[in-house]
DNA sequence: CAGATGTAGTTGAATCTTCAATCTCATGGT
DNA sequence: ACCATGAGATTGAAGATTCAACTACATCTG
């Protein structure tokens, strides 16, 4: 017989703020970089999770796991990519099942194109208005949802 | 020559983390809803909108603005749920332009028959895991991203 | 090494979201 | 009253995401 443990009035309030908070700013980031660069923001995290890896490679599982990616959205969206110009798919040598994605100059360039607009976004929207004691919350609020989430 | 304000080491890490913890959230959520009740998450916020309305009753507008929905993704989402006879439209008689969305018995039952599963997993993904404390800051935090885009 | 099971990745169909175009009605200025 | 402009809402097409198969290869067990 479990009792629904509903939420109190303020959590209500806290729930809401939340979603329209993120709701803000994931619909703000993502039309800036499909008006800059034609990228969904997805697109754009794939992106620089590859600029940042060695050889500007990961293999398919690795990336979709960093970018939290479901395997098939994330086969779809390097398709897009690599028909984009920015991706190429190499083969494994030593595990014939899987795929590299290899960040291409163009789609570096892409990237190096569009940060410093997203960066400016980003910090205007965030972490302008929050203050040097919130920016640190927010991190630890956030760790704690994530590690809660690792069971 | 606006030089371009780069995120910090510390800044990026709480970045992504953020990333991490709304996608993680969103995407759980989302399932949820979809496997309990073959609804988007999105379209349970409007279905909640909706019952707390007088009379259940909204404008499209009013509702689109509320649940920060597109005009045009409230349009499509509203004949979804139309369809399945959650939602009814009903036409405005002091503006002939407008039209009213009215939550149906049907949709009320839906409702009533997610929530406590949906509000279950808010607590254990989110407050459950945070301080009391913690609750309050990413109160503050949310309402400060939301005042300082009404720009 | 044979068979079962598991992992890497892709595909297609169905659904959702966005954008731009469109339609209808309301309003303000002349 | 007329016209321009703007607001409320819908539509269709293009692209994105999910889910459920599905292919192909790897690994484990006996």
Same mark, same amino acid.
């Given at each position: @017989?479990?009792?629904?443990?509903?939420?109190?009035?303020?959590?209500?309030?806290?729930?809401?703020?939340?979603?329209?908070?993120?709701?803000? =700013?994931?619909?703000?980031?993502?039309?800036? &970089?499909?008006?800059? %660069?034609?990228?969904?923001?997805?697109?754009?995290?794939?992106?620089?999770? &590859?600029?940042?890896?060695?050889?500007?490679? @990961?293999? @398919?599982?690795?990336?979709?796991?960093?970018?939290?990616?479901?395997?098939?959205?994330?086969?779809?969206?390097?398709?897009?990519?690599?028909?984009?110009?920015?991706?190429?798919?190499?083969?494994?040598?030593?595990?014939?099942?899987?795929?590299?994605?290899?960040?291409?100059?163009?789609?570096? %360039?892409? =990237?190096?194109?569009? %940060?410093?607009?997203?960066?400016? =976004?980003?910090?205007? @929207?965030?972490?302008?208005? &929050?203050?040097?004691?919130?920016?640190?919350? &927010?991190?630890?609020?956030?760790?704690?949802?994530?590690? %809660?989430?690792?069971?």
């Amino acid at each position: @017989m479990d009792e629904v443990r509903w939420l109190t009035g303020p959590e209500q309030e806290v729930w809401r703020r939340y979603l329209a908070a993120t709701r803000l =700013l994931e619909t703000e980031i993502d039309r800036q &970089l499909q008006r800059d %660069a034609g990228l969904p923001a997805t697109y754009f995290e794939i992106l620089v999770a &590859l600029s940042e890896a060695p050889d500007r490679t @990961m293999r @398919m599982s690795e990336l979709a796991e960093f970018a939290r990616f479901s395997r098939s959205r994330l086969s779809h969206a390097v398709a897009r990519m690599e028909s984009a110009g920015w991706v190429v798919r190499t083969e494994c040598p030593s595990d014939k099942r899987g795929a590299f994605a290899v960040l291409t100059e163009a789609g570096f %360039a892409v =990237l190096s194109g569009v %940060a410093p607009g997203h960066v400016e =976004l980003v910090r205007s @929207m965030l972490f302008d208005v &929050l203050t040097p004691e919130q920016v640190d919350q &927010l991190g630890e609020i956030c760790s704690a949802i994530n590690e %809660a989430a690792k069971n």
